[in-house]
C-alpha cells in the first residue's frame, strides 16, 4: 500500500499546473488561452517574460524533485524513478485540467536532478547548446530523450528503464513539435527578459 500510494502522490504532485497558477498570479490571463495554448515554460516565456518562465521551470522541477524524493525515501532510488515517471504522467495529463498538460521537459529535468546531478549538468548542457546554437527548444528537448536514457543506464539498468520510460512519453508529446521541425515550420524561441 505505501509504493501505491507513492506513486499516487507522486502523479499528483505532478498534475499541479504551475504554469497556470503562476500566469494567473501575475495577470496573464488562463495560459491556455493564449500563445500555443501549452501549460509548460516555453509558452509561459511567449506571454511572461524569461524570468516568470524560469520561475515556472524551477518549481516543475521542483514537483518531480520531491515525488523522487519520496520515492526514495519509500523504496529506493529505483523505485524513486518510477516515482518521478508518475510526477511527469500527472503534469502531461494533470486530473485537474481533464489530462491536458504539458510535454513534461521540465519535470524530467527534475527527475534527472533528484537522481543523478552529473546527469542533469550533461543532459542541461545539451540542451543549451542544441537550443541556443538552432534557436529550438524542442530540438534540444529532442536530443535529451536520446542522451537521458543512454545516461540511465550506465547508473543501472532499472533507473535507465524508468528514464527511458519518461523519455518516449515526453517524445510522444513532442509529436507535433517534431511534424513542424520537420516541415520547417516550428517556431524558434524568442527570449523575452520580461513582458
Given at each position: 500500500?505505501?509504493?501505491?500510494?507513492?506513486?499516487?502522490?507522486?502523479?499528483?504532485?505532478?498534475?499541479?499546473?504551475?504554469?497556470?497558477?503562476?500566469?494567473?498570479?501575475?495577470?496573464?490571463?488562463?495560459?491556455?488561452?493564449?500563445?500555443?495554448?501549452?501549460?509548460?515554460?516555453?509558452?509561459?516565456?511567449?506571454?511572461?517574460?524569461?524570468?516568470?518562465?524560469?520561475?515556472?521551470?524551477?518549481?516543475?522541477?521542483?514537483?518531480?524533485?520531491?515525488?523522487?524524493?519520496?520515492?526514495?525515501a519509500i523504496g529506493g532510488d529505483?523505485?524513486?524513478?518510477?516515482?518521478?515517471?508518475?510526477?511527469?504522467?500527472?503534469?502531461?495529463?494533470?486530473?485537474?485540467?481533464?489530462?491536458?498538460?504539458?510535454?513534461?521537459?521540465?519535470?524530467?529535468?527534475?527527475?534527472?536532478?533528484?537522481?543523478?546531478?552529473?546527469?542533469?549538468?550533461?543532459?542541461?548542457?545539451?540542451?543549451?547548446?542544441?537550443?541556443?546554437?538552432?534557436?529550438?527548444?524542442?530540438?534540444?528537448?529532442?536530443?535529451?530523450?536520446?542522451?537521458?536514457?543512454?545516461?540511465?543506464?550506465?547508473?543501472?539498468?532499472?533507473?535507465?528503464?524508468?528514464?527511458?520510460?519518461?523519455?518516449?512519453?515526453?517524445?510522444?508529446?513532442?509529436?507535433?513539435?517534431?511534424?513542424?521541425?520537420?516541415?520547417?515550420?516550428?517556431?524558434?524561441?524568442?527570449?523575452?527578459?520580461?513582458?
Amino acid at each position: 500500500m505505501l509504493y501505491i500510494f507513492g506513486i499516487i502522490l507522486g502523479y499528483l504532485m505532478g498534475s499541479i499546473p504551475m504554469g497556470i497558477l503562476m500566469t494567473r498570479l501575475t495577470g496573464r490571463g488562463d495560459l491556455r488561452k493564449v500563445g500555443s495554448g501549452n501549460i509548460g515554460a516555453t509558452n509561459v516565456m511567449r506571454v511572461g517574460g524569461l524570468r516568470l518562465a524560469g520561475l515556472v521551470w524551477l518549481l516543475d522541477m521542483a514537483k518531480a524533485i520531491l515525488a523522487v524524493l519520496l520515492g526514495c525515501a519509500i523504496g529506493g532510488d529505483t523505485f524513486g524513478a518510477w516515482c518521478g515517471f508518475a510526477a511527469v504522467v500527472g503534469h502531461c495529463f494533470p486530473l485537474w485540467l481533464k489530462f491536458h498538460g504539458g510535454k513534461g521537459v521540465s519535470c524530467l529535468f527534475g527527475v534527472v536532478l533528484a537522481l543523478n546531478p552529473m546527469m542533469f549538468v550533461i543532459c542541461g548542457t545539451e540542451w543549451l547548446i542544441v537550443a541556443l546554437s538552432l534557436g529550438y527548444s524542442s530540438l534540444g528537448a529532442l536530443t535529451v530523450f536520446v542522451v537521458a536514457p543512454l545516461l540511465g543506464f550506465v547508473i543501472g539498468w532499472r533507473i535507465g528503464l524508468a528514464i527511458l520510460g519518461i523519455c518516449l512519453l515526453c517524445l510522444w508529446r513532442h509529436t507535433e513539435n517534431i511534424g513542424r521541425l520537420v516541415g520547417g515550420t516550428e517556431s524558434q524561441i524568442k527570449w523575452k527578459w520580461k513582458k
